[in-house]
């Protein structure tokens, strides 16, 4: 890892595997939390019909990109292929969660969010080999 990436990314591998750690924690509280409470939750805040479809885009894009930039940087493949165990895994999970019901809708949402992320930290890396000259992992 270069002195560039160290220092515009300031992320120990630690902090980048909480962090993490938290935004699979959130997706799961999300998958798992049951359908009555969801609808009162989204009510409450007067959410749109879309909001957890559009938290899962969020949650996948940030996860992603976490993975793909140092400290963690894993290949673009490794990320990819996480993440469609974690999209599979989480709707198969609702098949335990009360009123809920999983949907192939919903991996595809997983998966655009995840390819989101890897590009968006692609072009991101991109940005910081060309300022810096390389970026070594």
């Known amino acids: 890892m270069s002195d560039c990436s160290q220092s515009v990314f300031n992320l120990s591998r630690r902090g ?5 750690g938290l935004l699979i924690i959130a997706l ?12 009162a939750m989204e009510a409450q805040i007067h959410g749109p ?11 996948f894009c940030c996860g992603s990109a976490l993975a793909i930039i140092p400290p963690i940087a894993w290949r ?3 990320v990819l292929g996480f993440a469609l165990l974690l999209a599979l895994l989480t709707e198969g999970l609702q ?4 009123q809920r019901h999983p949907r192939w809708a ?17 072009m991101v890396l991109q940005c910081f080999v060309h300022r810096s ?4 992992r």
């Not at 980048?16 to 993490?20: E, G, H, I, L, P």
């Not at 999300?30 to 969801?38: A, S």
Request: charged content about 10%; proline content about 4%.
């Open 76 to 78: 673009r493949v490794q």
């Open 106 to 122: 919903d991996v595809g949402i997983d998966m655009a969010g995840a390819m989101a992320g890897v590009l968006f930290a692609g």
């Open 95 to 98: 098949f335990f969660a009360v």
């Open 16 to 20: 980048a595997w909480s962090v993490m």
């Open 28 to 39: 799961f509280a999300g998958t798992l939390m049951p359908g009555p409470w969801r609808y």
């Open 133 to 136: 000259g390389s970026l070594r």
């Open 49 to 59: 019909s879309y909001f957890a479809s559009a938290a899962h885009f969020v949650l």
